[in-house]
């Protein structure tokens, strides 16, 4: 698959892109430790709230489809 932000040009150059669409699933560290503030679910649950799932598939130029329950 091409890069997502390389679509675009790709598509003006004639070129037939087919991509199949896959969940942006966030990955890393929930916890971060005892003393992390991200340790407190509250934390996480408004740094859930705060991402606009709907921009980056926007970004990924509709390769992704958003996720929930990240």
Do not use: W
């Not at 991509?19 to 996480?44: E, I, K, L």
């Not at 799932?53 to 926007?58: L, M």
């Amino acid at each position: 698959m091409p890069p997502p932000d390389g679509i675009p040009s790709l598509k003006q150059a004639g070129f037939v892109i087919s991509t199949g669409s896959y969940p942006h699933v966030c990955r890393g560290s929930t916890t971060g430790g005892q003393n992390s503030p991200v340790a407190d679910v509250r934390v996480r649950q408004a740094l859930n709230y705060c991402i606009d799932r709907g921009a980056i598939v926007s970004l990924l130029n509709g390769t992704a489809e958003p996720s929930v329950g990240c």
